[in-house]
């Protein structure tokens, strides 16, 4: 089974329904610093995949130097 329930036949109505459940639980007042905080977290992700690019690629550079 390698779809899970209904996530593969998703549609605008279900998005709605969905959408619509989120602001009833959170409000509209905390989706926006939820979606801040989200952001937040994505772009320290990013940059210390990029960090450890560098690393790996710095690592590499020295080694075919000596």
Do not use: H, Q
């Amino acid at each position: 089974m390698k779809t899970l329930l209904f996530l593969g036949n998703i549609g605008a109505g279900e998005i709605i329904i969905i959408a619509l459940v989120v602001l009833l639980l959170f409000g509209g007042k905390k989706i926006p610093e939820l979606m801040k905080g989200l952001g937040k977290g994505v772009k320290s992700f990013k940059d210390g995949m990029n960090e450890i690019e560098k690393d790996i690629n710095g690592e590499n550079n020295t080694t075919t130097n000596n």
